[in-house]
């Protein structure tokens, strides 16, 4: 072997497709494959089908040779979970989002099931645009013409087989999004919700994109296709998971054979292989497989997230706490309460003082790593993450989930990410590219914000359509309580309105001294609190319901939990409770209520705020409470 690596007396001779790496006249190919004649008769007419299949793509012709995009690594170090992701996308039993870039990753590994029919084109926006596609073996059977028309330049056609078709009718719609984010919305079409055959067939039928590019990156470095095939085929685990289960030789020769035509230099073995007459290409004693070399150059420690491909704010969440949380969190398979309101988790971290913050509007950091990680977990298990506007606006936080394995962070699409709520009757909260929430969307690492209000002005259009810009809404009520706050009740039934069947509310300060009312008791399922060991000092913004009177007047403890369990999550202590239900009325001290929560003006009902609000004149107030 020479130092460049080219073994000297194993090359393929160039431009003679029928002759050997010895450069002898056999019954070989120039790969060292069998030739069809020497296959049993049933094996030849297969092989000669998926052949047909695998032809270099009719646009790729000998002026235009496509540059290949992916190498030998792809196939040894494919994308997390490749063979799950292929598995969903060939199946697509649910309506999958996925971010452009995770649509261009792995759509090539299921394009030998999926054809695109037509493009509908782009809405009026021109932010959506439709594409349909069908099943592969949804075309027509082929029969072959008993006469063949010879090529325009001469060459002979190939023999075709009869190719049977009309096997599936399954069909899917999928809409493209570019605007503040880009997204592919992949949704099942017609009356057919499965194939009548599996991902392995079509496998056999015919190869993906990515397979046959790998192959051709190879050639076009200059190894012979025997080769690359012995190298991809080395670990039967990695090249079954990205489709290539029924890769042969001839797969490798169809994929570099438009660029062979025009490079006719000799060919050369990969790195510790060798030429064996009569076994092909194969590894050399002791030499360590390509794919192992390429494996342990690509490792990293994966702890290490950045350099796992991973941002470097992904977090980590131990199994072992699963046991004590679960049983406050809403099920896999929430469903709606017997009121038709969803699942709320109240979670907070608090200071050994009952305080959320050093004092108003300053944000300040309680949770130590591992309660701050249970926290994430938390908003993983979610429909939506609610906030009230003072936590917005002192935080400016992203209100997403950064726990490994959700969208963005590992995940598919935005999986795992909750949806931002919040909660701003006086349309405060301003929000512009900038703005952390945005930022986030725009990253692909968290979901457009939602908005509830109380109408009491005419929106401005340009902040209407630039939420909606980003994935978000606003969300417009008008059923207030007697002092003169949104109804919680009303709140979440909008939400479940919305398809939002779990709930995780996070604060400030008012918001969670208004859910621990006794009014509220029904509304919240479970309460998760995170106890630092520290003191905030006086001043702060603290947790501490409205005082409740007996009926004689006299001051009674505000609320005390049931169904209590406590563990330690680093130097923190968590909390983890259900309020008990209060089935009678009970007196309770009611503060003035702040006048910005006053509305002017009112909306003739309770509609999205993307359908424009319709002032009008506002009802005489409630009377004062007794």
């Not at 997204?183 to 009548?196: A, E, F, K, P």
């Not at 570099?256 to 290409?281: A, C, E, F, T």
């Not at 699963?322 to 988790?345: I, M, R």
Request: proline content about 9%.
């Amino acid at each position: 072997m020479s130092e460049t690596g080219r073994v000297d007396n194993v090359v393929a001779t160039a431009g003679d497709p029928t002759t050997t790496a010895t450069g002898e006249n056999t019954t070989t190919s120039a790969d060292n494959t069998p030739m069809n004649g020497s296959l049993p008769r049933d094996e030849r007419d297969e092989q000669v089908e998926q052949d047909e299949a695998n032809q270099p793509d009719a646009q790729e012709t000998a002026s235009h040779i496509t540059v290949p995009t992916r190498n030998i690594k792809d196939l040894f170090n494919p994308p997390r979970n490749i063979a799950n992701i292929r598995q969903r996308l060939f199946d697509v039993a649910e309506k999958l989002e996925l971010r452009k870039d995770e649509f261009d990753l792995y759509w090539p590994y299921v394009d030998n099931v999926w054809v695109r029919q037509h493009r509908a084109g782009s809405d009026k926006t021109g932010l959506y645009k439709t594409d349909y596609y069908a099943c592969r073996l949804q075309r027509p059977t082929y029969t072959p013409k008993a006469v063949d028309k010879p090529r325009p330049d001469g060459t002979p056609t190939r023999k075709k087989q009869i190719r049977e078709g009309g096997k599936c009718h399954m069909k899917l719609k999928v809409v493209r999004y570019q605007g503040g984010y880009q997204s592919v919305t992949i949704n099942q079409l017609g009356d057919r919700t499965q194939h009548l055959h599996d991902l392995d067939q079509m496998d056999k039928i015919k190869r993906t994109t990515v397979l046959m590019e790998i192959a051709r990156s190879e050639v076009m470095n200059g190894y012979m296709p025997a080769s690359v095939y012995t190298v991809m085929s080395e670990d039967e685990h990695r090249l079954a998971a990205s489709g290539g289960r029924h890769l042969n030789r001839n797969d490798v020769r169809n994929a570099s054979q438009v660029w062979r035509q025009q490079h006719k230099d000799p060919l050369r073995v990969h790195d510790g292989y060798k030429y064996d007459h009569g076994n092909g290409i194969v590894r050399q004693d002791g030499a360590i497989p390509l794919v192992q070399r390429v494996v342990n150059a690509e490792f990293v420690d994966p702890t290490l997230t950045y350099y796992a491909g991973l941002p470097p704010n992904t977090l980590r969440f131990p199994e072992e706490h699963l046991p004590f949380l679960d049983p406050y969190l809403p099920p896999s398979n929430a469903t709606f309460s017997e009121d038709g309101l969803p699942h709320v988790t109240l979670t907070y971290a608090t200071s050994m003082d009952s305080s959320l913050s050093l004092a108003p509007g300053i944000q300040t950091v309680l949770s130590g790593p591992h309660s701050k990680a249970m926290t994430h977990y938390l908003r993983s298990k979610h429909d939506a993450i609610l906030v009230g506007v003072r936590t917005a606006l002192a935080d400016d936080p992203a209100l997403n989930c950064r726990l490994e394995g959700v969208g963005g962070y590992g995940g598919l699409g935005w999986e795992g990410q909750p949806r931002p709520v919040v909660i701003d009757p006086g349309a405060r909260w301003l929000l512009t590219p900038q703005t952390r929430v945005i930022r986030t969307v725009s990253e692909g690492k968290g979901k457009g914000p939602w908005i509830i209000i109380a109408p009491g002005f005419a929106m401005d259009p340009n902040r209407i359509e630039m939420l909606k810009y980003y994935g978000g809404k606003y969300l417009g009520l008008t059923d207030f309580d007697n002092r003169w706050r949104l109804r919680w009740e009303a709140i979440l039934r909008a939400l479940a309105a919305e398809g939002i069947k779990s709930v995780m509310i996070e604060g400030g300060g008012m918001v969670i001294n208004e859910l621990l009312r006794p009014e509220h008791s029904n509304l919240v399922s479970s309460v998760i609190v995170t106890v630092a060991p520290t003191y905030l000092g006086q001043g702060g913004v603290t947790i501490s319901p409205a005082p409740r009177l007996d009926a004689d007047r006299q001051p009674q403890p505000a609320l005390r939990f049931k169904d209590v369990r406590w563990q330690s999550f680093g130097e923190d202590a968590v909390m983890c409770a259900r309020i008990p239900f209060v089935t009678t009325p009970v007196a309770v001290s009611h503060p003035t209520a702040p006048a910005m929560m006053r509305p002017v003006s009112f909306f003739n009902s309770s509609v999205d705020a993307q359908n424009g609000f319709q002032p009008r004149v506002p009802p005489p107030p409630p009377p004062p409470p007794s």
